[in-house]
């Protein structure tokens, strides 16, 4: 039982006795006296606030947005548990308090499974009680032309914007260019955008610094006659398009990004290497991180893009054919190919790792990672994944051997593995 709940039971008594010295001893004054005296003390300890509400607005709020930062997990939470509508709930004045603190609705993850309009009322008095404060918004399941409508009203103060489903049929994110203050944008499902739409967000969105696009769209469209986007800002991109018309080739081809650290690719097309030497050229990012998945994706690495990009410290690749990419990734590994390369990732989702390690009786992947490191003196990680593996004894110890008093660390594991998971075979680590 609460000490509230307890106070009100002790209130409930002592009226229950008073009632009962009325009838029984009208005459004892000085007990009638006591039982009205300890009924006003218990009324004043049950209307004493509690020492959070003695607080300053001021530092309440902060609190209360503290509590608030559980809205991160978005796509696995209810709304009715995100922290301001939880805290309307309490009492009338967190619920006053609530209300009339701006920075409490600048955040909003919303999953919705309806076409109606109820949700986008819902989320358009969200939106206006944030008044003109930054907006980081996530939302996932059906969008309604509602909710866009909704969007597009607070378009200008928008900061980070993710939206992951399915687009009602009459939606179309035609007014993406009144989002002018977007910083991160994460378009994915299956919404038919064209490589026009790309490009016409990226022109108008001059302040963006990360664009995700995961669209499954099935309209042909590559982009010809289109002109071409010079981006400033923009310093993370990540194109996951599985679709043969729509692909990263004919958005890059389109496009010149100076500022580039980050590029993930999911090619659908096969050959990258072509459009990715004409993009880096145009470019000359100072690329740090690049990660490719594709039919020939580390086939592709033997020739010259990867020059273009002399500040690459991350490559990862993942390889989707039926050949063993590590054995032509570390035979092509060269220093003025890679020359600050420190972390080397190659998946084979369809390869397994056995006929990688041997040639013959010579076992061959220690030779492979010995010219590997030798070529790129800067190399600390590499890692390989496959469908399956086994590495036996005799490659294991090599590999230790091999890793003996230097600082490479190898990992080999299933390609589908967290990638930190996977054990590390080398001298220090073992098989930690």
Known sequence: MSSRDALLKRIDDIHSA???????????????????TSLNDARAKLNTPAPVAQLPVEILSY????????????????????????????????????????????????????????????????????????????????????????????????????????????????HMTLFLSLRILKLSGPKKLTISDYLRILHSTPLLTELGLGSYSSSIDTGEGLAAVVHTSLRTLKLILKDK???????????????LESLTLRCADSATSGYLSKFFARSSPPLKHLNITGVDAAMDIELGYLRLVPTLADLVMTCEGWFDPAATVCATMTSDLVPGLRRLRVASPSFSVSPSFSLGESPRLPVLLWNCSRRCPLLEVVRFGYHSYDVPQDIHDQLQSFTRGGTLHVHIGAWFEEVNRVPCMCSRCGLQ
Request: aromatic share 10%; hydrophobic share 40%.
């Open 245 to 259: 018309f729509v692909c990263p080739s004919s958005i890059l081809s389109h496009l010149t990004l100076p500022a």
């Open 63 to 174: 609190i209360f947005k503290m509590c608030d930062e559980s809205w991160r997990d978005h796509y696995s939470r209810a709304m009715a548990s995100c922290a301001p509508l939880l805290l309307l709930r309490v009492c009338r004045s967190w619920r006053d308090i609530v209300v009339s603190c701006p920075l409490l609705w600048t955040s909003v993850c919303f999953n919705t499974h309806s076409s109606g309009d109820s949700y986008a009322k819902f989320i358009s008095a969200w939106l206006g009680r944030s008044r003109a404060l930054p907006l980081d918004i996530w939302l996932s399941g059906l969008i309604s032309v509602g909710t866009e409508i909704a969007l597009e009203q607070h378009a200008s103060r928008v900061r980070t914007l993710e939206i992951t489903g399915f687009f009602h049929e009459g939606t179309s994110l035609e």
């Open 18 to 36: 008073i009632e009962r010295h009325k009838t029984v001893s009208e005459h004892d004054t000085k007990a009638f006296n006591d039982l009205i």
